[in-house]
């Protein structure tokens, strides 16, 4: 277990590292240049795969189990996903656990540096548990300031160590602030990855406050959502269970994103939120 001195070490050292993520994680369109973004919803992807589907073949496709309870289609069912951004950290077990009781499944967009080579152990465990383990780059590196090289590097290194612990190769990623452009959709494409935003952002970089966190994220949710939280944070793992419990009264059902986009997938170099 790290000493208090070192998790507060940890702990600065993330929120200046994620500081500039606060002026621009609310905004879907961060872009540099005058590239425009091209976005797909889940529902866009589910339709288009229904269209080329027949009878059987459909109905079986359509289906995505959930949390190991059964299966769910979300072409009837009131989904939404629930995203973690920027772990694993010392409060991964802890949101795990939360996830695990409430039988719910997550997606977990993961840092390489000082994140996955720091805790592999909970990658591994996100990936036994039957969530969806993906990439938010090595370093966080802002990918449309960087060079090509680099951003191959950034997207490269997580997939191969996520590979590494958990025998699966990520097929998403979530660039850093949302930002992207055609040269990030073309290297994603190279690599095999799909790019994912969000619908739903509690800015919980910018508060420990659990309740007003779930404030946020219930006012924002809505069917085919996809719910932007950081477990890196102090306040944001002990608002989820409230979050859970709020939205599965209104009748949402929780998946990941790929099962939200079931019997589609995500296609490499695309955008989708």
């Known amino acids: 277990m790290p000493s208090l001195t070192r998790k507060m070490t940890k702990t600065g050292t993330r929120l200046r590292v ?5 002026a621009a994680a609310s905004l879907t369109l961060a872009l540099s240049g005058c590239t425009k973004l091209e976005t797909q919803s889940p529902s866009s992807v589910r339709n288009a795969a229904d269209a080329q589907a027949d009878g059987k073949a459909d109905a079986a496709g ?8 059964g299966t769910v289609d979300c072409a009837h069912a009131k989904c939404i996903a629930l995203t973690f951004d920027a772990g694993p950290s010392e409060n991964s ?9 409430k039988r719910v499944p997550a997606t977990f967009f993961l840092l390489g540096k000082r994140h996955i080579d ?8 996100m990936a036994d548990e039957g969530h969806e383990v993906a990439s938010h780059t090595w370093t966080h590196k802002i990918l449309t300031d960087a ?10 290194r997580p997939n191969k160590e996520i590979e590494r612990l958990t025998g699966k190769r990520p097929t998403l990623m979530r660039p850093p602030q949302g930002r992207t452009d055609d040269t990030v959709h073309d290297i994603s494409r190279e690599l095999g990855l799909a790019e994912v935003l969000w619908t739903v952002t509690a800015k ?3 508060t420990n406050d659990s309740d007003l966190i779930t404030e946020r994220v219930l006012d924002q949710s809505s069917r085919d959502g996809i719910i932007l939280l950081h477990d890196i944070y102090d306040g944001t793992v002990p608002a989820v269970p409230g979050i859970i419990d ?16 079931a019997p589609g997938k995500a296609e490499p170099g695309k955008v989708y939120r």
């Not at 359509?62 to 949390?67: E, L």
């Open 18 to 22: 994620l500081a500039t993520f606060a």
């Open 62 to 69: 359509a289906q995505a189990r959930v949390g190991g309870i």
């Open 93 to 101: 077990a802890r949101l795990l656990d939360i996830l695990k009781e």
């Open 118 to 125: 720091t805790y592999p152990e909970l990658v591994r465990r």
């Open 147 to 156: 060079e090509p090289d680099e951003i191959r590097d950034e997207l490269e």
């Open 204 to 206: 919980d970089y910018k």
């Open 246 to 261: 709020a939205l599965k009264k209104r009748g949402y059902v929780f998946v990941t994103v790929p099962q939200l986009m």
